[in-house]
């Protein structure tokens, strides 16, 4: 009966679009190529290993993976020297099934046709419709927790493969944890004294800002008017028009990128939850980003903008700067810097009306797509070996590197770098590594391990476009503004549940038109009064009282459960 009520809340729950989320690859499979071949068995099942031990079998497990963008980079399972090892080593072969779009509505159809995929990856914590998603499958008894795999099937040195705050950050209210991030940093992997990079983190055209005169672009008019000087003086790259300030696809974070480099807090002076609407604290960030608006610098297609959209447009160089996760665009910068080496991004700090220090959100307990392991999976065991693996050393570094004294070396220093005949193989062939099958699984792919790469040699023209198109490269300096997120645990068995997530609905419905409106207005004078009419109409059209209580009761579990006072950096410093 659980199963059943459940299959009809997910079906409510995932019709929603989904966010989009740090950072991504492109897709491998769509959920109809991988069901042609979902019938079909390996053919290695039950072969004896060379060596003559007894013969060990291969299961099958389909691994669902619910974000389009962020997928697996392999041809075909097996086939390339690194999935071949995992199955040997794990006796596991792997059909990754991607989602052919992101309405959640494959998902939702295998979960009411009681056919639930072994693994499931979807957004992790950041997005609350996957947290109630997964706290309501877990509530039905679906999904297995890690806690009890580890226990069950991991050595201690296996187990300590999953980071300890980690778990605790993304534990239910149960005290369970049921999905387990990438791109999340734990503070087990950074040494003491270093920063996180952030996770968000807005970067401008280092060409044009020089051909500007590299004018300061910290305070809100000044980031503003270097915009409007690129569009007005230097007016066109390659013949296409500059656009003066780019968003995220949709204008999807623009928002709440402003808000923490504009120092807008995460929760008020006693360390409660609250609604900055009401408060009135995102006001200057909303009144920038439509001040850009009104200035021709943010296009109105920036918000039917597609990711590919804006892609297109990094590309081909027509970016000035660019609000987002830059590391997103990568490829697209990649793109650009090949056809033009003086074409790259650098981080900029942009700082409030009161000249504070930016504070942005890193990735520590964030990630950006969580795993789960379903009751139905067949060979949970290898399963969650293979996912320990994943997430230890071993693992980690094969999966980033591949393997010692072959294709990469430690230096002296402590760091990894390539050897210099691999180096050379990837000259010859910029696909070595995909054939290899290296960085193929990113699903739990840890950023701290990417700190003991030696940095790239810059002297090089490979050197350069690797430094200059890295995560490392487009954010380097902005560690001292980057600090934990605030985080939210939630209680799956809260009587009020339901009820909050209806006025969640309610609210986000209203704020979708609503927010467009408000950064779209035209003039000064139409802004003050689409603003001053979400903070009066806000609490009419959803009881925003029950949302703030909950989501205060989650912040609270979520302190009580980190041992901290305060997530805002300001407040907690005190």
């Not at 387990?180 to 950074?190: I, K, L, R």
């Not at 080496?341 to 950006?368: K, Q």
């Not at 590594?433 to 290296?438: F, M, R, S, W």
Request: with cysteine; glycine share 6%.
């Amino acid at each position: 009966m659980k199963k059943k009520l459940i299959s009809l809340l997910l079906l409510a729950a995932m019709s929603t679009s989904l966010l989009t989320g740090c950072s991504g690859s492109t897709a491998a499979s769509t959920a109809e190529d991988s069901a042609q071949g979902s019938e079909a068995v390996a053919d290695n099942a039950g072969e004896e290993k060379a060596s003559g031990e007894e013969a060990q079998t291969i299961d099958k497990i389909t691994w669902y993976l619910s974000e389009p963008t962020f997928s697996v980079e392999f041809e075909e399972w097996g086939k390339d020297r690194m999935t071949a090892e995992i199955q040997e080593k794990f006796g596991i072969e792997i059909e990754f099934v991607t989602a052919a779009d992101d309405s959640g509505t494959q998902l939702s159809a295998y979960i009411s046709a009681g056919d639930i995929p072994d693994v499931i990856s979807t957004h992790a914590i950041w997005d609350s419709k996957y947290t109630d998603l997964i706290s309501q499958m877990a509530e039905a008894d679906m999904l297995y927790s890690y806690n009890e795999l580890m226990e069950t099937y991991l050595t201690e040195e296996e187990q300590a493969n999953f980071r300890k705050d980690i778990l605790n950050w993304y534990a239910l209210g149960d005290g369970k944890t049921y999905g387990y991030p990438n791109c999340a940093y734990s503070s087990e992997d950074v040494e003491e004294g270093k920063g996180y990079l952030p996770n968000r983190c807005i970067v401008v055209r280092a060409d044009m800002l020089e051909q500007l005169g590299n004018p300061s672009m910290e305070s809100p008019e000044d980031f503003l008017n270097v915009c409007e000087r690129a569009v007005n003086e230097i007016g066109t790259y390659n013949g296409v028009d500059v656009i003066g300030l780019q968003l995220n696809e949709n204008g999807n974070e623009a928002v709440s990128i402003v808000n923490q480099y504009f120092a807008v807090p995460w929760e008020t002076e006693d360390g409660q939850a609250y609604n900055e609407w009401v408060a009135g604290t995102n006001k200057e960030s909303y009144e920038f980003l439509n001040e850009a608006y009104r200035r021709g610098l943010v296009l109105d297609a920036n918000y039917t903008d597609t990711r590919e959209g804006v892609k297109e447009k990094v590309a081909a160089g027509r970016v000035f700067a660019l609000i987002a996760a830059p590391q997103d665009y990568s490829e697209a910068m990649k793109t650009l810097y090949e056809s033009d080496p003086n074409a790259y991004y650098v981080p900029v700090v942009l700082r409030n009306a009161n000249g504070d220090d930016p504070t942005l959100g890193d990735l520590s307990g964030w990630g950006y797509q969580q795993t789960i392991i379903s009751k139905d999976c067949n060979a949970v065991d290898k399963v969650i070996k293979f996912i320990s693996w994943l997430c230890g050393d071993e693992g980690a570094i094969q999966m980033m590197m591949g393997w010692e004294g072959e294709t990469f070396e430690y230096l002296e220093d402590g760091t990894m770098d390539w050897t210099e005949e691999f180096k050379e193989e990837l000259n010859s062939n910029p696909n070595a590594k995909k054939e290899l099958g290296i960085n193929s699984i990113g699903l739990f792919v840890n950023p701290a391990y990417e700190q003991n790469i030696a940095p790239a040699d810059l002297s090089t023209a490979e050197g350069l476009r690797t430094y200059r198109t890295s995560d490392k490269g487009l954010k380097e300096g902005m560690e001292k503004y980057s600090y934990q997120p605030m985080q939210s645990i939630a209680d799956p068995n809260d009587p009020n549940l339901t009820k909050v997530q209806e006025e969640i609905t309610k609210r986000d419905s209203y704020l979708t038109i609503a927010e467009a409106e408000v950064l779209t207005a035209t003039t000064e004078e139409e802004f003050e009064a689409k603003y001053k009419e979400v903070q009066e109409t806000l609490p009419t059209v959803c009881d925003l009282d029950l949302i703030t209580t909950y989501n205060n009761d989650n912040l609270q579990r979520a302190k009580e459960q980190m041992g901290v006072d305060f997530f805002f950096p300001p407040y907690k410093n005190k």
